[in-house]
Nanobody
Framework: QVQLVESGGGLVQSGGSLRLSCAAS????????LAWFRQAPGKEREFVSA????????VYADSVKGRFTISRDNAKNTVYLQMNSLKPEDTAVYYC?????????????????WGQGTQVTVSS
């Protein structure tokens, strides 16, 4: 059993920055690939970014490339999403997810554990 808790969301103006954190407890953290997804009202869940379990290779959705950076700190059992140059269309609930020995899968149904989400709102 793995528990994931997101934090760091909030209200920010267009062009601003936020850093989301996802703290994990339970199973051995370093054995999991980690990802961020988001879902806006009336929209389907969307892949944002992922980082694999072993060497830390990363994957990004085209919509966030060059603006967002995913990273992990295995000693702290935490994955981060640094979000820069935020746009109103980034407004959504952001979820972290974990996949046992994951290699950066973009499909949400491949992930084993999910957090409860944190709201990010970007004003114009």
């Amino acid at each position: 059993q793995v528990q994931l808790v997101e934090s760091g969301g909030g209200l920010v103006q267009s062009g601003g920055s936020l850093r989301l954190s996802c703290a994990a407890s339970g199973r051995t953290f370093e054995n999991y690939g980690l990802a961020w997804f988001r879902q806006a009202p009336g929209k389907e869940r969307e892949f944002v970014s992922a980082i694999n379990w072993n060497v830390g290779g990363t994957v990004y959705a085209d919509s966030v490339k060059g603006r967002f950076t995913i990273s992990r700190d295995n000693a702290k059992n935490t994955v981060y999403l640094q979000m820069n140059s935020l746009k109103p269309e980034d407004t959504a609930v952001y979820y972290c997810a974990a996949q046992y020995y994951g290699m950066g899968d973009k499909a949400g149904d491949e992930y084993d554990y999910w957090g409860q989400g944190t709201q990010v709102t970007v004003s114009s």
